[in-house]
């Protein structure tokens, strides 16, 4: 079966604003998450529920964190996400998300890269 590409984009970027800007990561995972989530990240634990707890625990701790979404590239069963994440009262980052999606259109993989967004720049382009 053919992955759905533009469903999968769309799904991508409303679950990432559903857990990191709405604050709503247990409806996130039930919502957008197959039947596994495999993840990546040395910061946060693998599966379902350290994806909740870890997420939770961020929006008590920050506030009115949030993220921008600044480009959305998907192919096959993947989504990359570029986006900007806002975090108060510490630093912000330019961060790669890539998401792997079953055949069901539902997260079953994750995969990020985060670089902080420094006040100097060797040159004028910008990170996003």
Aim: glycine share 8%.
């Amino acid at each position: 079966m053919a992955a759905d590409t533009e469903r999968n984009k769309a799904n991508a970027m409303v679950f990432y604003d559903m857990m990191f800007n709405r604050c709503k990561p247990r409806e996130a995972i039930d919502t957008f998450v197959g039947d596994v989530y495999i993840q990546h990240n040395p910061h946060v634990g693998d599966g379902k529920d350290a994806f909740v707890d870890y997420f939770e625990r961020m929006a008590r701790e920050y506030p009115g964190k949030q993220t921008r979404f600044h480009k959305a590239i998907a192919e096959d069963n993947f989504v990359v996400l570029h986006c900007e994440q806002i975090w108060p009262g510490s630093d912000n980052y330019a961060g790669i998300d890539i998401f792997r999606f079953d055949d069901k259109g539902k997260i079953v993989e994750h995969w990020d890269v985060l670089q902080v967004i420094g006040e100097t720049s060797a040159n004028d382009n910008g990170l996003f």
